[in-house]
Nanobody, 125 residues
Framework: EVQLVESGGGLVEAGGSLRLSCAAS????????IGWFRQAPGKEREGVSC????????YYADSVKGRFRTFIDFAENTVNLQMNNLKPEDTAVYYC??????????????????WGKGTLVTVSS
């Protein structure tokens, strides 16, 4: 069974940092692009970042550029989202998802092949 499991969410004060991780089971990341998406209460889903597992190429939404970084931990076989200088507007459920092939910018606006169940990030002011 294909599964994506996110971890690392929690409550943090504005200006703080969190690191989210995405682990795969039932398949490997090798031939996929991995995206991070988020959905705040009452808002539409938003693409945050994506990365090609093959070469590490990354793309970011303007709202997080310079604050968030997505990278692959090959030792742990996870794809991580390092979130720095968090703002209250970053509060959302964050989802990991994968799409076959390489990452490209408009993948942030696309549907994906598999999705995780999400992890909640709450940033207090």
């Amino acid at each position: 069974e294909v599964q994506l499991v996110e971890s690392g969410g929690g409550l943090v004060e504005a200006g703080g940092s969190l690191r989210l991780s995405c682990a795969a089971s039932g398949f490997t990341f090798d031939d996929y692009a991995i995206g991070w998406f988020r959905q705040a209460p009452g808002k539409e889903r938003e693409g945050v970042s994506c990365i090609s597992y093959s070469d590490g190429t990354t793309y970011y939404a303007d709202s997080v550029k310079g604050r968030f970084r997505t990278f692959i931990d090959f030792a742990e076989n996870t794809v991580n989202l390092q979130m720095n200088n968090l703002k209250p507007e970053d509060t959302a459920v964050y989802y990991c998802a994968v799409s076959r092939g390489r990452a490209y910018y408009y993948l942030l606006y696309s549907d994906m092949n598999y999705w995780g169940k999400g992890t909640l990030v709450t940033v207090s002011s």
